[in-house]
């Protein structure tokens, strides 16, 4: 260095790692981010003359990124989408414009938010937006991925840091220096930035972690790449500024004594039912115990897939018979394999997510009542003897978790506990009572 500072030297004054240095003094780096700029400085005790020629000579550097022969890609869908137009047009418009730069779809295990992130992904990069996919360990990957390489790397060892140390809270975390005593993490984000510069792209992070990233570093990753949108699939919320919630229910089945075909659930559960039966050619009959087994499984698409493949079992009459004594029963694919079981691990786990006002109030509403009953928030006061902001946020809080459906109507607003969550509910309390006795 020029005033006799060695690396090391600068690294502890500044809190940038040994490593990022030398990658800039080596010509490595040459789109170091603005924080990194401004820490070297203030290490560097520049006068205001240095300072700006140092950021003037880091911003020269900054706005294309590395170029690509042709934007990546995202991972390629095994099967297409249906009934999901409007969800992935909205998500669409606010990512593709930079209305949201966070978009988290949440949702209940098995509803569909991969696919649905496969769906936007794909249509922004059909409009030229370079697609950054990571998919956590533990996520379902029912599509075909593209090949490893360096942008994979650095996508993976950014999200690695984002989740790497205990997450205080958001207030702390809010509080922190970007990237501040986390060397690591600070050149995992430079090292993204430095890929993407100022352009336009969006980071898919599929089936991310329930506890929410560090604050401090996933900041300084959208200020260091001001055209970054992040498109993040997880159970549920992180709660942190600047999220966009984006909750996915399941599709619409059609009304009580109705029956159509075009219902976003029946042709979901159709379009299972003939990949196990090629030839299957529904008739009235099929129809309508079709559209009885999209109401009695609310209509989730994971839970129609598995019950549709013990069709090669027995017939539609047959399975009909069965989830009408126990909707649960059918919930594992009959074919097993990778995420078996997790719907119903999902549906057993979710009141432990709950707070205790928020269980209280899905076990009285489990407790009585049948699978098509509807309330109000007008009815959920009455029955919690909270006021209407207390109640509201109980039954915000149910929506999140997917327990809780709404319709919106021209009457109002009508609320409704999924069956499969009010089969487990009462299992769950008839088992505790077991327990106990």
Known sequence: MRIGMTQRELADLSTISVRAIRDLEQGKARRPRPDTVRLMADALRLGPRARAALEAAAQRGRPGGQGWAEPPAPPTALHAILGRDDEAGVLERELGSGAERLAHVVGLAGVGKTRLALEVADRLHRAGTPVLWHAFPGATADYLTCGEGTVAARVAATAARLWAAANPAPAVRAAHVPGGGDPEGAEAVSALAELLGDRAALLVLDGAPA?????????ALLRACPGLRLLVTSDRPWEMPGERIFLLSPPAVPAEGTVDRAAPAVRVFLDHVRRVRPGFGATSADLERATW???RLDGHPGALAAAASWLVLCDL??????LDADPAALLDHLGGGEGAGRLRRALHALTDRLTPGARGL???LCAGGGPDDEFTLTGITALTGR?????????????????????HEGDGSHFRVLGLVRTACRARAVASVSATS
């Not at 506890?211 to 900041?219: E, G, K, Q, V, Y």
């Not at 009459?317 to 069965?322: P, Y």
């Not at 006021?387 to 319709?407: F, K, M």
């Open 211 to 219: 506890d929410p990233p560090r604050f401090d570093l996933l900041t």
């Open 362 to 364: 899905l076990e009285a």
């Open 387 to 407: 006021d209407l902001p207390g109640s509201g946020r109980l039954l915000r809080e149910l929506l999140i978790s997917g327990a809780v459906r709404v319709a």
């Open 293 to 295: 087994i999209c109401r």
């Open 317 to 322: 009459d047959a399975l009909c018979r069965s």
